[in-house]
């Protein structure tokens, strides 16, 4: 019968192991179980601290950004107004007083054609009395 008492006591320590084992699972179940929910607390205070940290450096970025932003349309408005005065662009307010100053003058020879048309028939008139007088 030894060999009874020594399968028996295999058996006897391998389902005493077997609970050991199975224990050891239960441990690690609650351990992370009791753990987690301290992890998990954790984490969530990290991620409120990283998502407060970000934002702030989000709203710093965006407020650099806008200020280069400002100074690129400033400074392309620049160079862009300096080549249009290069070119001779001119402004609405020029082109206005050109525009003005075009009709005056189209008036003024408008007067000075008629005045001259008017002389011409004058003068014809005269030429052709004198003919007749002759």
Known sequence: MPKDDSLKNKIDELTDKSREVWLAGLGVFSSIEEEGEKLFERFVTKGREFEKKYQDEKNEIRRDYSKKLEEVYHYFDEK???????FHFMKDEEIDELTKKVDELSEKLSKLIQKSHNQNTENRTQVKEQKNNC
Do not use: E
């Open 80 to 86: 862009l107004s300096s080549a249009l005065n290069r």
